[in-house]
């Protein structure tokens, strides 16, 4: 190993933010100095990495001085308020909000799909949104070799996507409802939106804020962030985006139209099978097929019952499931720091 | 009040038989005599109704000796065995099993849709699926409306549709997986099937066997049984059904693409309003739209989230939600058996 650099993780306290500790020990990134950095109220925490403990400090314009890479992930208005700061001082930034995403300047990478995007940043790459990630890394091997017309998903999302609280107010509301105590719903489905509803044993279809068009900011991020990732207008995609009480590991029910002829489900599997970071576990006979509780805690993106429509030959069901806290957030971040590592692209 | 009927219930005990004795009861359907039936595992129950209590009764042939109607769900083997028996004394079969449901010579009846199919029965009419009841009975009024070209449904079901020991099983996990034990899932996601998986906080894409063609058969009845209750095989049909840790209430992201011009979000809700046994729930800006807990024990089938699709004109995706112990299953049969009285069609 050549070079080391400075990282800093901002939002280090947070659900993804302690993913991205991990993960960077565990991909063993050159890393020379770690900072961990969050707002004041979480300042002063200590967290161990490599056998040291590190205090959490403060996030501040200055706190970049020195860094080479930041990992972003702690909301949308302090990545606007910091990035900037922060490549300013010369460092380079992965973030994981949705400041940025939909910014023409602005690479929105996963690497298995166009890590060549991250050639024209400016200091700033964009992280997508995590139902995006699983969702574009399981069908690029498709459009890349048959083309892609048409999108319609179907989201079947974890709390832990809503941060750390969340995930402890299902479980919390869980415990009331099996006492037969009443609850009382304080952050989902949408933490700053006006009303909260139970999320134990039940589904809701909202994540993120609703739109002037009837679609939640979640569903225009998977349309909007698809067509930018995978550089083309002109596919169609539609999305449905529900919340349920699962902990962590975001599925996705996804039905694909393709463009060319000839593809069928053995090579639908095909495709799967050699896609980078994927991993086929479709079996019908013997009950074989992704599930959220086996994907936690695990790298890849899980594809499975995969199907061709019954009136359309070149349309395609499948459902994929990935950690939505590790491919969907810290991990997708990582790999795109390591990307641009790889091509020299860090800024120094 | 003119007529009483004999009224009997075979699977009395079940999670949809209890829910058929409230059902007849509040619907005040007009009973003479009702009879509770069951495997010989169960007979001997007590069971109140109407302030009596009922002794539950294995069922035999010679059971239905007297009884006007009859309401099956115990299992499709036993509506094999004994629905024709039933049917030789006497007796006109609403059955809530798949046994009968693709049969050519037996309606299959929502009767918001297709109450007219009653009139051609034989003494056996089949009760639609629960995840099909609920969404032919929302696109119904499209459908006469505007036409109905293709319809994608990924379904977001509840355990009690698997029964009882399904929605124990799932309570139990969920505080085993919350006090740190070991789980030992038995029943879900298909009690007859090889493997078991966890449900509690989890999301299961498999209800009832794969066939060979990598569909379940609960995607195949909700694809065959939409096209025979609308008496229209050239709708093309898609679906992915997916089993959650909710207790009561199916809930459905649907895709519809209409056969005419001229239809929009506003008109589509309009449709809803009037439609027979539907209830308008859509209002993003107030964050108004289905849920199952809501939904749960109420008649009525939830319709929300309208949007149109933003790429075709002519498609729309919605949220349905029912009771699918109720409109999925014992409130539908109790309406055919209404039905069925009201245009004197019961055999005797």
Redesign the interface.
């Known amino acids: 190993m050549s070079k080391m650099y400075n990282v800093a993780i901002l939002g280090a306290t947070g659900a993804v933010g302690q993913q991205m500790i991990d993960t960077l020990d565990r991909l063993e990134f050159p890393i020379s100095e770690l900072k961990l950095l969050s707002s004041s109220r979480s300042a002063g925490k200590k967290i161990m990495f490599k056998g040291q403990e590190l205090t959490v400090e403060e996030a501040k314009p200055e706190s970049f001085e020195g860094v080479d890479l930041a990992l972003f992930s702690a909301g949308g208005s302090i990545s606007k308020e910091l990035a900037p700061e922060a490549v300013e001082r010369g460092a380079t930034v992965v973030d994981n909000t949705s400041a940025f995403r939909m910014d023409k300047d602005i690479p929105l990478v996963v690497p298995e799909v166009n890590a060549d995007a991250l050639k024209e940043h400016n200091g700033i790459i964009a992280n997508p949104n995590c139902s995006t990630i699983q969702m574009v890394a399981a069908m690029e091997p498709v459009r890349k070799a048959f083309g892609l017309k048409?999108v319609?998903v179907?989201t079947?999302q974890a709390v832990s996507g809503a941060g750390n609280a969340a995930v402890d107010e299902m479980?919390e509301q869980?415990?009331q409802i099996?006492n037969d105590e009443p609850i009382n719903p304080q952050i989902l489905?949408v933490g700053g939106?006006?009303?909260h509803?139970?999320i134990a044993?039940?589904?809701?279809?909202?994540i993120d804020k609703?739109q002037d068009?009837?679609?939640t900011f979640e569903e225009m991020k998977m349309?909007n962030e698809t067509k930018k990732i995978m550089s083309d207008d002109s596919i169609?995609?539609?999305a449905?985006c529900?919340r349920?009480?699962?902990?962590t590991g975001h599925?996705e029910?996804v039905?694909v139209e393709v463009e060319k002829d000839g593809l069928d489900?053995a090579g639908f599997k095909k495709l799967m099978e050699e896609a980078p970071g994927v991993t086929l576990q479709d079996d019908?006979?013997?009950?074989i097929?992704?599930?959220?509780?086996d994907a936690k805690g695990k790298d890849d993106v899980f594809v499975?019952?995969?199907?061709?429509?019954?009136?359309?030959p070149k349309?395609f069901?499948f459902?994929v499931v990935a950690d939505n806290l590790l491919k969907g957030a810290a991990l997708n971040s990582v790999q795109i720091a390591q990307s641009l590592v790889e091509q020299n692209l860090l800024k120094k």
Request: charged share 15%; proline share 8%; no cysteine.
């Open positions: 048409r319609i179907s079947y479980y869980s415990q099996m489905p939106d006006k009303k509803y139970q044993f039940n589904a809701v279809p909202q609703f068009n009837g679609y349309i169609q995609v539609a449905t529900v349920l009480p699962v902990e599925s029910s039905y489900v019908p006979s013997n009950q097929y992704p599930l959220a509780t499975g019952r995969i199907r061709q429509d019954l009136d359309h349309g069901h459902w």
